[in-house]
């Protein structure tokens, strides 16, 4: 039978968030275009734009492609420190939890609120900052106080 440890939970809550930031990367790295979401919230499509100014168009693509690498670097950053020291109990590695969760999950909350209302992607959004929360309160007792 095996025995999942606090840290052990806590490292697969937080890798599901890493995937989804890694799946987000994918997304915009491969289509380098306008997800729904963006021709909702700007009322303009691809072509749109394209129409107004190629230029733009290449600009913007460029620019979404640039955060989808930033997401896959960034996610496989958080997967390396998820799955090893994190799980560990190193305290460091909890701090990296704590710091890219709040200059990472709480500021795309905060924008996708702007951009999408209620939106489904928003609820995804809500139900991953709670992940980390969780995450790093199962994890607080195993790092700083278990002797």
């Not at 963006?38 to 693509?61: C, E, P, Q």
């Not at 909350?109 to 209620?118: E, K, P, R």
Request: without cysteine.
């Amino acid at each position: 039978m095996v025995i999942l440890k606090l840290l052990d939970i806590a490292s697969i809550l937080y890798a599901f968030d890493v995937v989804l930031v890694l799946l987000m990367g994918l997304l915009y790295l491969i289509t380098g275009t306008f997800q729904s979401y963006h021709i909702d919230f700007i009322g303009l499509t691809a072509t749109d734009v394209t129409a107004f100014n190629a230029n733009l168009m290449i600009l913007i693509s460029v620019y979404i492609r640039i955060i989808g690498v930033g997401n896959i670097s960034g996610g496989l950053a958080g997967l390396l420190i998820t799955l090893i020291p994190y799980r560990k109990g190193k305290k460091w590695a909890w701090f990296a939890v704590l710091i890219t969760g709040m200059v990472s999950i709480v500021p795309t909350l905060i924008i996708t609120n702007v951009v999408l209302g209620s939106h489904y992607l928003y609820m995804v959004f809500i139900f991953a900052m709670i992940i980390w929360i969780i995450s790093l309160a199962l994890s607080t007792y195993e790092i700083f106080f278990r002797k």
